[in-house]
Nanobody, 121 residues
Framework: QVQLVESGGGLVQAGGSLRLSCAAS????????MGWFRQAPGKEREFVAA???????YYTASEKGRFSISRDNARNTVYLQMNSLKPEDTAVYYC???????????????WGQGTQVTVSS
């Protein structure tokens, strides 16, 4: 079973950037699709981006062009570079390991503990 630890969250002004990291334990990292989800207060957790085991990347329409997901299988780490941040991006961001179905992560094998991202206006 893979274990995930996120880092890199914080407070940033609108228009700024943050890079989130998710470090995974275990020897099966490269076989998983890795993704990022977020949950704002009072809202359901939603898919943000994913990187398949073969390197393909997927985004929701609202994040495409602003966010970039990448993975380093040698370091067992997945990243989420977030640019042009908006107040509505404020949420707890969660890393996930699982499988892709139809361009989103629908099978989740492990979640990280989450990291808070706050974007001030």
């Amino acid at each position: 079973q893979v274990q995930l630890v996120e880092s890199g969250g914080g407070l940033v002004q609108a228009g700024g950037s943050l890079r989130l990291s998710c470090a995974a334990s275990g020897r099966t990292f490269s076989s998983y699709a890795m993704g990022w989800f977020r949950q704002a207060p009072g809202k359901e957790r939603e898919f943000v981006a994913a990187a398949g085991s073969g390197g393909m990347t997927y985004y929701t329409a609202s994040e495409k062009g602003r966010f970039s997901i990448s993975r380093d299988n040698a370091r067992n780490t997945v990243y989420l570079q977030m640019n042009s941040l908006k107040p509505e991006d404020t949420a707890v961001y969660y890393c996930a390991a699982g499988s892709l179905v139809g361009g989103t992560m629908r099978i989740i094998n492990a979640w990280g503990q989450g990291t808070q991202v706050t974007v001030s206006s």
